[in-house]
């Protein structure tokens, strides 16, 4: 158990809805990141949040969009959902920003999402 | 381009044998580089970080190598067990322009089966 939860841990969904997602790191950690992971993408980098704010942006659709709440919990919500969002939600944790130079992530469960 | 690929999808191999996966990289200056172990639907686990500065870590059964002049990192996973089998994924520290931020890009992995 990596002290990183994601809830929920499935969800199903139509397109064009949005839905949300939640994620609490591990206690002391500021970082949150967020993931997808798809067969054929492999895992990507959406994007990263440090003690409340926006750190790094990856590969993140305008679509998609995240925040960090004061108590450090993130969601990440996805709006007009298209079957082509279908996949793994991972979040992860980590200690500090710290130039990511030596830090190690902790991911979360993950959440299945099935957009029909 | 920038890629980072992983030698192949699946490697299939008897207990007892080392273990050898490789990670390539291209049109990337990465400070460091780190391995992941995922089993089926739960997310990557941290087993290992190399730095560009060093050429070789070990922790317990597990070797990995750095080489930036090939651009390359070997994992090995000697006197395997059946236990050892899941996906292992590589990944590397991508800095943006101007180095004030970061975020881990992954390769897809390779699956590895150990036979008993």
């Known amino acids: 158990d990596s002290g990183v939860t994601q809830t929920p841990k499935h969800l199903i969904t139509a397109t064009g809805q949005r839905v949300t997602l939640r994620c609490s790191p591990r206690s002391g950690d500021l970082s949150v990141y967020w993931y997808q992971q798809s067969l054929d993408q492999g895992l990507q980098f959406l994007i990263q949040y440090y003690n409340g704010e926006e750190r790094a942006k990856g590969n993140i659709l305008e679509r998609f969009s995240a925040q960090q709440f004061p108590d450090l919990h993130s969601e990440l919500n996805l709006s007009s959902l298209e079957l082509g969002d279908s996949a793994l939600y991972f979040c992860?944790?980590?200690?500090?920003?710290?130039?990511?130079?030596?830090?190690?992530?902790?991911f979360g469960p993950g959440t299945r999402l099935t957009v029909l | 381009s920038q890629k980072i690929e992983q030698n192949s999808e699946a490697l299939n191999i008897q207990e007892g044998k080392t273990a050898t996966l490789t990670c390539n990289y291209t049109?990337?200056?990465?400070?460091?580089l780190q391995w992941y172990r995922q089993d089926p639907g739960r997310g990557p686990v941290f087993l290992l970080l190399i730095r560009e500065n060093e050429k070789e870590k070990r922790k317990e059964r597990l070797k990995v190598t750095f080489d930036t002049t090939l651009k390359q990192s070997l994992f090995h996973i000697t006197a395997s067990q059946p236990a050892d089998s899941a996906t292992y994924l590589c990944a590397l520290l991508h800095m943006n322009y101007g180095g004030s931020q970061g975020n881990l890009i992954f390769g897809k992995g390779t699956k590895l089966s150990v036979k008993p």
């Open positions: 992860a944790s980590s200690v500090e920003a710290g130039g990511m130079l030596t830090d190690t992530q902790y």
């Open positions: 049109n990337y200056s990465p400070a460091y």
